[in-house]
């Protein structure tokens, strides 16, 4: 299963952007799906995460201006990011848990992906 993001650029401080993040590959659905960013020197970070429920959760950070939503038919996994600041500069991975393909069309094992990662840079 392949996990494509895009959707990064240079964007000024205030500013809007939009991730999105295309599953492929031969599998069941789609369970958890998240973003997570690295910042130059900084360790992995989880921005936003979504439960298989519908659930979201938010880094403290981002909270009131990130939102994590997702499209299930097309598999697609979106970052919606306003406010921007300086410090949100990173590569933005994507990531997603998810079930193969089991007897009968049901769930079969367990997986996980990354994406390859997108970077925001955004100016002050």
């Known amino acids: 299963v392949q996990l494509q993001a895009s959707g990064g650029g240079l964007v000024q401080a205030g500013g809007s952007l939009r991730l999105s993040c295309v599953a492929s590959?031969?599998?069941?659905?789609?369970?958890?799906v998240a973003w997570y960013r690295q910042a130059p020197g900084k360790q992995r970070e989880l921005v936003a995460r979504?439960?298989?429920?519908?659930?979201?959760d938010y880094a403290a950070s981002v909270k009131e201006r990130f939102t994590i939503t997702r499209d299930s038919a097309e598999n697609t996994i979106f970052l919606h990011m306003n406010s921007l600041k300086p410090e949100d500069t990173a590569v933005y991975y994507c990531n997603a848990v998810g079930f193969l393909v089991g007897k009968g069309w049901s769930d079969g094992r367990q997986f996980a992906s990354w994406g390859q990662g997108t970077q925001v840079t955004v100016s002050s």
């Open positions: 979504m439960s298989d429920v519908g659930d979201t």
């Open positions: 590959g031969s599998f069941r659905r789609l369970s958890s």
